[in-house]
């Protein structure tokens, strides 16, 4: 039994893991499904097989039209394509030539079933929506429309090095793997290679002409063969990893691959570009996680390292590998140090390509102390693809330096003007003082200059000190040993003091950069946590970026109708067009960055980042953007980003919140009125319905007459109460109450609450206490007879015929108190903290009444700035004590005119 219930505790679901898978199946159920036809390359009928596969559905009833197809020219499939509705091509002009493109807008317009786009590959022309056709196919399947396309094997970015590598041609269109990955439906479209080289002698393929040149470069059999193998290796690959998809979804037991993480070393060379793809197709084969690392050291990139690196950074976004950059002196530290915390299983290197005098010494043993250091983690080294003529050159070549020539023209200048100044003196310090001060001069340019300014400088001074300064003056011959060993150390402790100091400076340098921008995040977090409303937190974020980025900025924001709006309350420099407005609403959407330096639209004037949360999308932030951000600017840009995004969602939250919480007070509100006061209403009617109808049926004696008046104008004086005090809850509830305060006479006040009272009170004794010395007291009169009425009215109520209810007023340093007292039962105690609550009404309340009477006793009373409290008398009875805050005159002044 026991066995039993393990087994079940071991394969019940997990509820976190179902709730995320149904929500995955949810999500992927509204958009579109890809069902891609791959080949091994062009030629073996993928157009063919995507039109057949569409006219056997189309047979059953499928809408399916065609979006973009390629027929070259090919009879059978252009026959194929016959019967299918086509979507006129877009023409844009490039160079003066028209170029036609597949039609987004009129597919999205015409919202069919299925359509068909050709070369999913492409690079579409300037001027288009999206820079790649893969682009426009996500945006149909976003629209929940089904796509059918074409793929051959070397358009997979993590393929075309290899495929580089096998024909020799260098395959310029490509698009991520993860648009693979996650089709929904994959159908290999094959052929021997025999077969395929038969089509291109047929001119099936090409014409004769081009069919001879192919064969002779790409199509060549091996070449073919290889494709073919690489084609099939890929999608058996996905084949596995649907499989074990499956079976961990459906929780099936079965000999899973052990949890690899691996990761790739990045640098700033194109060999890294390779890495990335390699470590990309092990990573899939051996079904594990991949990651990234680059790490920054005082190394200072010149503009076409710096390039490379951003390369190599979108490279490997396009693949799907997560990227981090780290900062640190020693590269094999901070790769194992990185491998360590992410707790990855293999580390991917290549082998160190560049041989100069820097590397020989800084990275000579590089692989030797990463193995040594990795522990338990294993070191995959991959091998270099140079040529045999590059190799001596790639030895003998100089470190890249990138400081300019104006540095280096400072530094020599520097040096020489020491020198010459030392030069007057030197026989009075001598020549070894004159070191120190070279050496001095060494270390000062360090701190503003690179390497290579530094070791010119070193090389210099050297040269200078041993011609014009050691004995014999005017040659480079030394005499004495001391003064040659003197003049060795000199340069390596010149040349060592000044590379370690501009490292450091260098270091320093990058590490101020991350420790503003973290600061800069910091202060941010900080000011929106303290910022109230989306008013505020736009005003911050727009000063920020101004600030840390130097960029102008819009935010628009999404109103009640799911509509963008600006939300800048302050006149911006950024206007936008209806053009720009188009892009901002796409970014919106679709919740992908668009416009300047992006591949979407890029002819924009601005650039446009959507305000993604957690939940919901909620805007677009457009910026005044003239170059593009570098990878640390970036990563610095989208974390700033989500921290911004993260607080308006957070406030349109706290608004939601509140909303629902008004919408759930004025239901509750309706549903109490409802209840309580159609007792209410029903009963007056009905007197009023009842005596009215009696007068008018037939005519009764005058003392019976006045009888039914009377009971006419009690129960309209009852509509009445109930209807002002409706009115006076209403206006408590919006808000909009403000006292209209004038100089009373509480004599006054309390005489019109007898009168209007004079029916109910005749039963009762009703003693008044107002001191002699009473002031006129700056009260709003309306209110406080409302409030004085509901009280008295209340003790009527609840306390016995024939006892007393008294009202007593008093007045004390600029306070009024007033004091509302009966001997009837009062109230349990564990009820008196709810009695001003609205629609409360005790457990031995009399039938009838709404319960508020005492919460607009509350309201009116805290209008006035005072409060109320109601409590048990010690002889029983109630007590209600107000007190408000007044100005007060022993007298009105005197008119002008008396």
């Not at 590959?121 to 056709?133: D, E, I, M």
């Not at 400072?410 to 003196?425: D, H, R, W």
């Not at 980025?549 to 006149?571: D, G, H, I, M």
């Not at 001003?836 to 607009?856: C, D, M, P, Q, V």
Request: charged residues 25%; glycine residues 6%; proline residues 3%.
């Amino acid at each position: 039994m026991n066995g039993f219930m393990e087994y079940l505790d071991d394969n019940r679901p997990n509820p976190d893991e179902l709730l995320a898978s149904l929500i995955h199946e949810e999500e992927k159920s509204k958009r579109g499904k890809l069902k891609i036809f791959f080949g091994m390359c062009a030629g073996v009928g993928k157009t063919y097989t995507m039109l057949q596969t569409a006219q056997a559905e189309k047979l059953k009833g499928a809408d399916i039209i065609i979006g973009y197809v390629e027929t070259h020219q090919r009879k059978e499939t252009a026959e194929l394509a016959e019967g299918f509705e086509l979507i006129p091509r877009s023409v844009h002009k490039y160079k003066s030539t028209d170029v036609y493109e597949m039609d987004l807008d009129a597919i999205l317009a015409r919202k069919p079933q299925v359509v068909l786009v050709d070369e999913l590959a492409h690079t579409n022309a300037p001027g288009s929506r999206h820079t790649k056709r893969y682009h426009d196919v996500q945006e149909i399947l976003e629209n929940g429309i089904h796509v059918y396309t074409t793929l051959n094997v070397q358009h997979l970015e993590s393929r075309s090095e290899t495929v580089a590598q096998i024909t020799g041609i260098i395959v310029r269109e490509t698009l991520p793997d993860e648009i693979f990955e996650t089709a929904d439906e994959v159908e290999v479209v094959d052929l021997t290679p025999d077969e395929l080289l038969q089509r291109l002698s047929e001119g099936k393929v090409y014409s004769p002409e081009r069919s001879k040149e192919a064969v002779e470069n790409f199509f060549r059999k091996g070449n073919i063969t290889a494709l073919r193998e690489m084609a099939l290796r890929i999608v058996a690959d996905r084949v596995d990893k649907q499989l074990q998809d499956y079976m961990q979804q459906k929780r099936i037991k079965g000999p899973w691959k052990s949890g690899m993480h691996l990761l790739v070393a990045v640098s700033h060379t194109q060999q890294s570009a390779k890495l990335l793809r390699w470590a990309k197709n092990l990573s899939y084969s051996m079904g594990a996680d991949l990651k990234a690392v680059y790490v920054e050291t005082a190394h200072e990139l010149t503009s076409k390292e710096r390039e490379q690196l951003d390369k190599n950074i979108n490279l490997s976004k396009q693949l799907g590998v997560p990227f981090r950059i780290v900062t640190h002196s020693d590269v094999v530290k901070a790769i194992v140090d990185f491998a360590q915390k992410e707790n990855s299983t293999h580390i991917i290197i290549g082998k160190p390509r560049e041989r100069n005098l820097v590397t020989m010494l800084r990275l000579g043993n590089f692989v030797n102390r990463l193995i040594r250091y990795s522990g338990n983690i294993d070191v995959y080294i991959l091998g270099s693809d140079f040529q045999a003529k590059d190799k001596f050159k790639n030895r003998a070549s100089m470190p890249s330096f990138t400081s300019n020539i104006r540095q280096y023209l400072i530094a020599s200048l520097v040096v020489f003007l020491t020198s010459l100044s030392c030069f007057f003196i030197k026989d009075l310090i001598g020549y070894q003082v004159v070191s120190f001060a070279l050496l001095i001069m060494v270390s000062i340019l360090a701190f503003f200059y690179g390497t290579g300014p530094i070791l010119l400088a070193s090389t210099f001074s050297a040269l200078i000190w041993d011609f014009f300064f050691i004995p014999p003056w005017f040659t480079l011959h030394v005499d004495k040993p001391e003064d040659m060993l003197m003049l060795a150390m000199f340069f390596i402790i010149a040349l060592l003091n000044g590379v370690l100091t501009s490292r450091i400076r260098i270091q320093e340098m990058k590490t101020r950069i991350r420790e503003e921008r973290t600061h800069a995040l910091y202060q941010l977090t900080r000011e929106l946590s303290k910022a109230m409303g989306i008013d505020e937190v736009i005003k911050i974020s727009k000063q920020d970026i101004k600030k840390y980025f130097n960029l102008e900025s819009l935010l628009l924001l999404k109103n009640e109708v799911n509509l963008l709006e600006s939300a800048n309350q302050e006149p911006s420099v950024i206007s936008l067009s209806n053009n720009d407005m188009s892009v901002a609403i796409w970014v919106f959407q679709h919740a992908t960055k668009a416009g300047k330096h992006t591949d979407t639209l890029p002819s924009c004037n601005y650039t446009f980042y959507p305000l993604k949360g957690n939940q919901m999308t909620l805007g677009v932030i457009a910026i005044e953007q003239h170059k593009p951000f570098t990878q640390g600017e970036e990563q610095f840009w989208e974390t700033f980003i989500s921290q911004l995004s993260g607080k308006i969602e957070r406030e349109y939250l706290r608004n939601m919140a509140k909303q629902v919480y008004l919408l759930n007070e004025s239901d509750k509100l309706y549903k109490t009125l409802f209840n309580s006061i159609s007792h209410e209403l029903r009963i007056p009617v009905a007197t009023i319905l009842g005596a009215s109808d009696t007068l008018l049926m037939q005519n009764y004696p005058v003392d019976t007459q006045k009888k039914l008046f009377n009971e006419i104008n009690t129960a309209s004086i009852r509509l009445n109460r109930l209807i002002e005090n409706l009115l006076n809850i209403s206006r408590l509830e919006s808000g909009r109450l403000t006292p209209r305060f004038d100089w009373c006479d509480v004599h006054d006040l309390v005489n019109k609450v007898t009168e209007n009272l004079k029916q109910e009170l005749q039963y009762f004794n009703f003693p008044i206490v107002i001191p002699a010395d009473m002031p006129m007291v700056q009260i709003d009169f309306g209110l406080m007879e409302q409030v004085l009425q509901n009280l008295v009215l209340n003790a009527t109520q609840n306390a016995p015929i024939g006892s007393t209810i008294r009202v007593k007023f008093y007045f004390e340093n600029t306070i009024l108190t007033i004091e509302v007292m009966d001997r009837g039962k009062g109230f349990p105690e564990s009820e008196l903290i709810a009695v001003f609550n609205k629609f409360y009404r005790g457990k031995e309340a009399k039938a009838g009444g709404t319960g508020l009477g005492l919460s607009i006793v509350k309201g009116f009373v805290e209008a006035h700035g005072g409060t109320v409290e109601a409590k048990n008398r010690k002889n029983g009875g109630a007590l209600f004590t107000i007190t408000i805050p007044v100005k007060s005159v022993s007298h009105l002044p005197a008119s002008p005119l008396d």
